[in-house]
């Protein structure tokens, strides 16, 4: 009986600081440390309407937008089914739906210069990557530059703008933001319709 009170007091203690004062402590420093990204790091326009997160990826269809990776989760970008397709290198199916999307790329994007950027028809192992890389916006300027009725230098200034390098120098590959490039888009062109 012994043994199993001071079994019994040890699981009490252990459940109560690391079940309920450490993720208190964390999502309090979180909150005072790193307030937006502890909220989700959620983006408004500039009427003050929610317009998504710099975390998670969304769709965007117009033409004078740039365009994101394709999503596997859920029906598309749903964060509550985040994940990869398991669809493998052999699958039909993977095959023939990235073919669509090349198609419908190559239509949408007519005097694009070079192949199709390959995130631009693969999804994320998440399915929610807000990032594509500075190639694949620089590919889509042309699109966006005459949607817009604007200069492609012009627009490539704002994606330069965006493009951010590699985490502390050395991890990952250069990115752009989708989301906070079309944003910064609007801001300074002009939302030519609703905002993303």
């Keep these: 009986m012994k043994t199993f009170l ?91 739906r990235v073919q669509a999307d090349a198609t419908r790329l190559a239509r949408e994007n007519p005097q694009a210069s070079g192949p199709i950027p390959v995130e631009l028809v693969t999804a994320s192992a998440s399915g929610l990557d807000p990032h594509i890389s500075p190639q694949a916006a620089t590919w889509q300027i042309p699109r966006v530059a005459r949607a817009r009725g604007i200069a492609p230098d012009r627009v490539k200034q704002v994606v330069d703008d965006h493009s951010e390098g590699r985490d502390l120098g050395f991890l990952g590959e250069p990115h752009v933001n989708v989301l906070l490039l079309n944003l910064a888009l609007d801001r300074q062109f002009g939302a030519t319709g609703p905002t993303p």
């Design 6 to 96: 001071v079994a019994l007091r040890a699981t009490a203690v252990t459940l109560f600081l690391t079940g309920l004062l450490y993720p208190l402590v964390m999502t309090g420093l979180g909150q005072v440390l790193f307030p937006s990204a502890a909220q989700g790091s959620l983006l408004r326009d500039s009427g003050g309407h929610l317009v998504g997160s710099t975390l998670i990826g969304q769709s965007f269809s117009k033409p004078w937008y740039f365009q994101g990776r394709p999503s596997a989760a859920g029906n598309g970008y749903d964060p509550l089914a985040s994940g990869g397709s398991n669809l493998g290198p052999s699958s039909v199916k993977l095959r023939e």
